[in-house]
């Protein structure tokens, strides 16, 4: 079993960053993959970004690609999400997911073994 926490949401204009955080606590950290979710009004939660259990590897959605980073710290059981250049479509409820299952494709909802209760991110235009 393993508690998420997300934390640094808030408002922020176009153009502008955010960086949110994720703290776990429970299991063994470094046993999960971590992902980042985000979920608009009306829409699908959609995939952002992961990472692997030492953060040697980091996969991104398009959409984000170049824009936003993921990246953890195994000694504070924490990952981050820096995200820059936020605009408008950005605005969703951001969701922190940890993932046990080694086959798993890190990409898919179904995947992840626990999730956070969100924080909500809204850029102004």
């Known amino acids: 079993q393993v508690q998420l926490v997300e934390s640094g949401g808030g408002l922020v204009q176009a153009g502008g960053s955010l960086r949110l955080s994720c703290a776990a606590s429970g299991r063994t950290f470094s046993a999960y993959r971590m992902g980042w979710f985000r979920q608009a009004p009306g829409k699908e939660r959609e995939f952002v970004a992961a990472?692997?259990?030492?953060?040697?590897?980091?996969h991104y959605a398009d959409s984000v690609k170049g824009r936003f980073t993921i990246s953890r710290d195994n000694a504070k059981n924490t990952v981050a999400l820096q995200m820059n250049s936020l605009n408008a479509e950005d605005t969703a409820v951001y969701y922190c997911a940890a993932n046990l299952r080694i086959s798993a494709d890190l990409r898919l909802r179904a995947s992840y073994d626990y999730w956070g209760q969100g924080t909500q991110v809204t850029v102004s235009s």
């Open positions: 990472i692997t259990w030492s953060g040697g590897s980091t």
